[in-house]
């Protein structure tokens, strides 16, 4: 990537703020490793943002980033381990992968896959979108031409369509 195209001012700035902004977002996730992809991930959207429009508050820029990526990255393991909880058998931690628990793994996987395949379109993206890109609401109603609230509904029904599909599993087995 070349740094050349990155507003020299929001450059500077950011390496001047890269260690706050790590430890802002270590506040919020708890964890250095996640803290430092986010870090890298508001440097990528920087370069994004910077080449479309003028940022004229640029550390309130990178802390408010920092804040809302911290924020998706969270909500995003938190839905992960609502989905394969422990409490649900997942028995991840102690290492048994049998020839049957990975033919289940990849049963569930393929049910989860179907049924984000039997939502619609708009909503199986905004759903992509948020939970496996990281992308905000408000950045998922622009790129699909909706309103934010319309967004929420969507993920909502996508939420729901797999808590249906985890309940359909836990009943098979």
Do not use: W
């Not at 870090?39 to 994004?48: A, F, G, S, T």
């Amino acid at each position: 990537m070349n740094v050349e195209l990155l507003n020299p001012d929001i450059h500077s700035t950011f390496l001047a703020y890269r260690t706050k902004l790590r430890q802002a977002a270590l506040k919020i996730l708890g964890s250095r490793e996640q803290a430092e992809d986010v870090v890298q991930e508001v440097y990528l959207k920087i370069v994004e943002a910077t080449s479309t429009f003028n940022v004229r508050q640029p550390v309130a820029y990178l802390y408010q980033t920092v804040r809302n990526l911290s924020i998706d990255h969270h909500r995003r393991a938190q839905l992960e381990s609502h989905i394969f909880s422990e409490e649900d058998g997942a028995e991840v931690s102690n290492g048994t992968h049998t020839p049957e628990r990975i033919a289940i793994a990849r049963q569930n996987l393929r049910q989860i896959v179907a049924t984000l395949d039997l939502l619609p379109e708009r909503t199986r993206i905004a759903f992509e979108l948020y939970h496996l890109s990281g992308h905000t609401q408000r950045d998922i109603a622009a790129k699909l031409g909706v309103s934010t609230t319309l967004v929420n509904f969507m993920l909502r029904d996508a939420g729901q369509a797999l808590e249906e599909c985890r309940a359909q599993m836990l009943r098979d087995d």
